[in-house]
């Protein structure tokens, strides 16, 4: 069994010279296989999340603008063109597989501001709980050189790092990684498991993917990417984009490179809850919830005795027992002024409470690290 078919969700990466022709235009045969391959991997219970470039260079031909370098509003202008063309040729080739397409647009905030975060994970998590294939880009028609992701290798690994991935695929004009750049040195040896991205693993990337014509990634931003996903326990699996059906040709035995993760999606991210994000308040519980958390159950609201602090939705927050020593961290859904409001009630009662519900839970198991626990 391959990383591929052994994956539960994946992100998969499209760049601009996979997608866009030589002439500009949405190369449709291509599209429509690998939209059968998708619709294939989708029938066997995965699920796919699709990072897709190509709104600039389709922007670009339908407003005219000449093949020289772009200044940044003609960037703007041609991503606001052309993300509905990209959108379209999405639906039109998804259709035909039963597939329905969501259009998705992220900026670095999304990724890097908690609340956003989970916004954007939230929305995330409910399209794939409806079937539906997010197709995401990057919100160039508002993004600066300074503030931008810079290339959606980048954004593919924070996405899969968000949605806790367990493979990214990025398809390349190039089967993997190699010693050397291939197209210059014929003793250059294609590498096809990295166990681990050391700065000699690193430095093999330069060049080899700077004769594509369109796009503005390479070999050095797909490991840069992997790098990003290994630390989330997510693989990433580099693979030849240009030829019909690449997944089921990487299924098939084409040659790859898989990079192996650091650790597993769920370790890596109760270990950024645990060790990294600074808590904003604390919560008090009694026995019955504390051993309850011991045994890998949700903070109910029934549960917490008191409420320390001014955090909001989607903060970090202690767990302390009756004793006042720390029992786990977790990342609340409700803010301070509605926990204080929820306490001691019965989920049921939630919305009484507070007029709405943001769900049963005050942490869920998902979101809570225990203290002292290996993670």
């Avoid at 993300?83 to 905030?109: F, I, K, Y």
Wanted: charged fraction near 20%; hydrophobic fraction near 50%; aromatic fraction near 2%.
């Amino acid at each position: 069994m391959t990383a591929l078919s052994r994956a539960q969700r994946l992100v998969i990466k499209v760049g601009s010279a996979l997608l866009v022709d030589e002439a500009g235009a949405v190369d449709r045969v291509w599209l429509a296989a690998f939209a059968a391959d998708l619709g294939r991997l989708r029938d066997r219970g995965q699920q796919l999340l699709i990072v897709s470039s190509g709104a600039i260079a389709l922007g670009r031909r339908r407003l005219g603008l000449s093949a020289a370098r772009l200044d940044l509003p003609s960037k703007q202008a041609a991503a606001a063109t052309g993300q509905s063309l990209l959108m379209h040729a999405w639906e039109e080739a998804l259709a035909p597989v039963g597939m329905t397409a969501a259009q998705v647009l992220l900026s670095p905030d999304d990724t890097e501001k908690r609340r956003r975060w989970l916004n954007a994970r939230a929305t995330l998590e409910r399209l794939l709980a409806l079937g539906v294939a997010p197709v995401i880009n990057e919100n160039d028609t508002v993004a600066t050189e300074e503030i931008r992701y810079g290339d959606n290798d980048r954004l593919a690994a924070r996405v899969a790092q968000m949605v806790g991935a367990d493979l990214l695929v990025l398809l390349s004009d190039i089967d993997g990684l190699y010693t050397a750049d291939p197209r210059r040195d014929a003793g250059a040896e294609h590498l096809p498991v990295v166990r681990q991205l050391t700065p000699a693993i690193e430095a093999m990337a330069g060049g080899v993917n700077e004769k594509a014509g369109v796009g503005s990634g390479g070999m050095a931003t797909k490991l840069a990417a992997a790098r990003i996903a290994a630390h989330a326990g997510c693989a990433t699996l580099i693979a030849l984009g240009a030829q019909p059906h690449p997944l089921a040709a990487v299924e098939a035995g084409q040659r790859t490179t898989l990079i192996e993760p650091a650790t597993t999606p769920a370790a890596a991210y109760k270990a950024w809850i645990a060790g990294t994000l600074k808590p904003q308040g604390a919560l008090t519980v009694d026995a019955g919830a504390a051993k309850a958390l011991a045994a890998g159950k949700s903070l109910l609201p029934a549960g917490v005795k008191g409420v320390e602090g001014r955090f909001e939705k989607g903060d970090a927050v202690v767990v302390r027992d009756e004793a006042g020593r720390e029992i786990a961290r977790g990342l609340s859904r409700y803010d301070a002024a509605e926990a204080e409001q929820i306490m001691g009630a019965r989920s049921a009662d939630i919305e009484a409470r507070l007029g709405y519900t943001a769900g049963a839970t005050l942490i869920h198991a998902d979101d809570l690290a225990l203290s002292g626990r290996s993670l």
